[in-house]
């Protein structure tokens, strides 16, 4: 559970802290939408934030929507809300 700026609670499904930075997944069902990629990126923005305020400004964040059902991993880019197309898991 992260604390989102406004006080909230935020809950990505996955969120790993590794020695480069941190990932974050999303798991999803059915057809892809604009609205799971901007869920995700709320919480790439979040986790960016927390790098930024620590000694680690040169951390990478990624994330990704993984859809389940379709077997597809599509990986969102922080500075967009665009997707990226991603290939069969």
């Known amino acids: ?3 989102a700026e406004d006080g909230g609670f935020l ?3 996955l969120l790993a802290f590794h020695k480069h930075g941190a990932t974050v997944l999303e798991f999803k069902t059915g057809a892809a939408s604009p609205d799971h990629a901007k869920q995700l990126l709320g919480y790439l923005r979040l986790v ?3 790098f930024a305020a620590g000694d680690d400004k040169g951390a ?3 994330g990704a929507l993984v859809y389940l059902d379709r077997r597809v991993i599509e990986p969102v880019c922080a500075g967009s809300v665009a997707l990226k197309t991603g290939g069969a898991a």
Do not use: G, H, N, S
């Open 11 to 13: 809950r990505p499904d």
């Open 60 to 62: 990478t964040v990624t």
């Open 1 to 3: 559970t992260l604390l």
């Open 48 to 50: 960016q934030a927390l």
